[in-house]
Every structure is written in C-alpha cells, then in structure tokens.
C-alpha cells in the first residue's frame, strides 16, 4: 500500500534538517594530521580523469567491472565551510577494470554530482545550506529535503535498468548514467513516494528484490520499500517503530526484515535551533530489535542492552532463531563529534567498537548480545549476493595499533572467514576507505576471489587502489595501482561486473 499523506508530508518536511551537530575540543593539530587530510579540505571543482594507470604485481585475469565509490568531497566554497566528515557535496568515483590479466586496463574517472543544491550553490558562488553536522547561517527556506541533498553516503546499482542510484540518508536517490557519471535527476519510485527518504544502505536479495526504508526522525514510523528485480516498486508500508530516530542500517533474511534501533532519542522540531538539542542517549532504553515480516509486515519486538550502531554485516535464519552480525557502537554521539575534519581526533575520548553477535528467537521470544574480542572495527561488507542467508566471510577495517591516534580512520583491512582473521596493515601515513569482497565467480565458494578497495597515502598526496587474494590477505596485494591525484576520502561503493 502507498504511504499515507500526513507520512509523506511530514517526510517532505522533516528531513530538510541537520540531524547532529558536530562538538568537540580545540587542538592544535600536528602537521602529519594536517597532511592526512588535505583531501577534505582542498576545494573540488574540475572533473578527475586519470588515463591509462600502470599496475603494480599481477592483475587477476577474471577481475573486470567497475569499482564505484562516493563519499562527501567538497565542503568549501565562497568562504563559507562544512567541518565535518559526513557533510559535503558528494562526488562519484569510477574505478574501471577492463582488458585481461596480461594486459589489464586500468582507469579511474571521478565528478562531482550535479544535484539541485550543488547547483543552486555554484550559482550563488557560495555553500548555503545547513548539512547534518555543520550549521551555515542564513540557510534559505527549503522546499524538502531534496534541496539539501547531496548523494555522498552510498551506491545502489540495478543491473536491469542499468541504472546507479547515489543515496543519502533522507531523501532521495538520484540516478547517475554508470558511463558518464552525470545525474540524472532524483529518482521517484511512485507517485505517493516522490521525494520520501530513501536510506543509504538498501539490501538486495539473491533473487534481486531490492528492499529498503526511509524514517523521520521524531515520527516514530519506518517506510518500507519492497522493489522487483525488474526495478519497478512493487510494495510500500509504514511501520510504528518508537525510538526509530536515528537508523542508518538494516539486515534481510528470506523471511523478515530485521532493525536494531538504538536509544538514541529525538525531541523538538527538525531545522529549528541547535541541532544537538533535538537528540539525547537514552541510558534506561533498551536497544529494540524489531523482526518485521516480509508477508503481512507484522511485527515482532525484542530488548537488547542499549547501545549505538551504524552498520550490521548480515542476517540469517538458523534453527528456528535469526542471527545478526554488526559493529556495535557503545557512544555513537561520542563518535560522531570525533569525525571533524578541522581537528585532530582525541583518542582520549574515543570508545572502541566492538564487532557484535545477536540471536533472536521468534518461538520463545528472547534475545541474546554477544560481544567478541574484535574491537576498533567498521564497514563490515559481505558477499553482495548472500544478503539475508547464512555468511562466514566478513571484510572489514580496523586500526593497527600502530596508527597515528591523532588521525581519523583506519589503515588495515581485515577479513574474517568464521572466527579467523586475516590481515594487512598498510602502514604510516595511510588511512585505507572501505574494502568490497568480490566473488570469484557465481558458483566460487564463499571467500574464494578478491578483497579490493583504496587507501589515501598523505606523504605523496595519492590514493591507491589495492587488489587482496581473499583467502591471504595477510600476504598482502596481488596487484596495485596509484592515482595520479588523491581522492577524497569516501564512504561507501559497489563493484559491478563487467
């Protein structure tokens, strides 16, 4: 059924605001942290085109598609200036991988994307709206959260009308031609849902149905997307989900969609005062894991001992229980204030992760958290054609401890095949962005095919793009290659075969 009109309303409304402010303590920040993120803070403009790269080792012969990746990039212009990591004009990277493994082509192309702010923007030759965590005085009235929207946290590929989808967290996805990377404008599912949010993190299932969520915080409602294979909407509905105010992730299995909602409450009116007042941890709350079924959408609600999260791996029903597989977050405030980028982290106020294991039971109605010995972990990714059945091979990122505790982020990419880990660090003066496992094939056997993904080298000012055998990451890449530029430091991507 489509959303009913006070939903939709209240989601044209709402979404337009800045969702947390970003705080934190002065320092002065040493020139190697200053260095380490020259990519935030030089001003994009010109489009990146690299040519032919050569390759370092030898590229997989099997290895072909495109790498696409995007994440906030510009964040200055006309003197005014956003300062945290989440906000900023997004820009689309496109890693090509094309010939063979005696000849491998190898290109990378990146653009800023020509959303309705970034233009409005450029033509007043200054930032003028407010993002999620910095505020700009004398933001203009918005028509919806459309207006704001930057398409800078995620991709959505849909192989049967050969569309890319750039997603935000509260708005709308705005379709990108794969080839050339120009938008096309934001993508309107129906009629009732033009301009409803749209999360960054849908789930595609193995047959291709692709399901997804929007929420407003405050309204104490889930919109659920259910869309065909073929790329057409197939259902709607809106859920009651109290506490449903801040929800970055979801998981799927064959028969329930599956949402961990934290205690993290909002209160006030969104774009209206200081951002940070409208939300508040919750201590008493429980973490509320909700069990919707795919059928009728009913709901099942378990608590879980109250902590944050941005990302869960996967789910998966196992002998009458789900499992569920995230990074726990026990002071996501606490994280979100680190993540400037006009300041040094402090690991003196910085709680680890802590990678996460949950069993529900629906027959009896119990709930069990499990915590492991694996902290300082995120962007949990894991075979992109296994969502919702049962997975072993987990990639991740994690901090040596070795790493500069002044910089943000992480340098070692980590796998995990059940309990055992592998890893690579790739040393001082690194900061490694989110790494993809790719299947070597569609009857490959989970783990088996590659690790991939960049990391930002601030001594040279150069990104590269490494290529792990999945099962020895720990013996470090097979083949490398290094732009020509640095890249500005991203969030999340999806590999598309050729």
Excluded: C
Aim: proline fraction near 10%.
């Amino acid at each position: 059924m489509s959303p009913p009109r006070l939903h939709r309303r209240t989601v044209l409304s709402a979404l337009s605001a800045s969702l947390l402010p970003a705080l934190g303590r002065a320092a002065d920040a040493p020139q190697a942290w200053q260095s380490s993120y020259a990519p935030y803070n030089g001003p994009l403009k010109a489009a990146l085109a690299s040519g032919p790269l050569p390759v370092q080792g030898r590229w997989p012969a099997a290895l072909r598609g495109t790498l696409y990746r995007v994440g906030p990039a510009r964040r200055e212009l006309g003197g005014a200036r956003m300062n945290h990591w989440f906000d900023g004009d997004g820009m689309l990277q496109a890693l090509r991988f094309a010939g063979d493994g005696t000849a491998p082509r190898i290109s990378h192309q990146g653009l800023l994307l020509a959303t309705p702010k970034l233009q409005a923007e450029e033509a007043a030759g200054r930032l003028l709206y407010t993002g999620f965590a910095t505020t700009l005085a004398g933001s203009p009235p918005l028509a919806g959260p459309d207006t704001v929207n930057p398409a800078n946290i995620n991709l959505l590929p849909l192989p049967a009308t050969g569309e890319l989808l750039a997603l935000w967290e509260a708005g709308s996805a705005l379709s990108v031609d794969p080839a050339t990377l120009q938008a096309r404008g934001f993508k309107a599912w129906s009629a009732a849902t033009q301009g409803a949010p749209f999360s960054a993190h849908p789930r595609t299932a193995p047959d291709g149905t692709v399901w997804n969520f929007g929420y407003v915080p405050g309204s104490g409602k889930l919109l659920v997307y259910e869309i065909a294979a073929s790329g057409q909407l197939r259902r709607t509905h809106v859920l009651d989900a109290p506490q449903a105010d801040m929800v970055h992730d979801f998981a799927i299995t064959p028969r329930h969609l599956v949402f961990l909602l934290m205690p993290l409450k909002f209160s006030g009116q969104p774009g209206v005062g200081d951002p940070l007042s409208h939300y508040r941890w919750d201590a008493n709350a429980p973490l509320a894991a909700l069990l919707v079924d795919k059928a009728d959408f009913s709901v099942q609600r378990f608590e879980l001992p109250g902590t944050g999260l941005f990302h869960i791996a996967n789910a998966w029903e196992d002998g009458g229980t789900v499992q569920v597989r995230f990074v726990a977050q026990p002071a996501i405030l606490q994280a979100l204030r680190q993540l400037r980028v006009d300041r040094p982290r402090d690991p003196a106020s910085t709680t680890p992760t802590q990678w996460t294991h949950i069993t529900l039971n629906p027959a009896t109605g119990q709930a069990r958290m499990e915590t492991t010995g694996l902290h300082g972990v995120e962007f949990p990714r894991i075979h992109p054609a296994r969502h919702g059945l049962p997975t072993q091979f987990t990639t991740l990122l994690a901090r040596s401890a070795g790493m500069d505790a002044r910089v943000h982020g992480f340098d070692t990419v980590l796998t995990l095949q059940g309990d055992k880990p592998q890893s690579h660090t790739y040393g001082p003066g690194w900061i490694a962005e989110e790494h993809v496992y790719v299947p070597a094939g569609p009857g490959a056997p989970e783990g088996r095919g590659w690790v991939i993904g960049t990391a930002y080298h601030w001594p040279t000012e150069r990104t590269t793009l490494s290529v792990f055998d999945a099962q020895a990451v720990n013996a470090g890449p097979v083949a490398r290659v290094t732009l020509p530029y640095g890249l500005p430091l991203g969030l999340h991507g999806q590999f598309v075969p050729a």
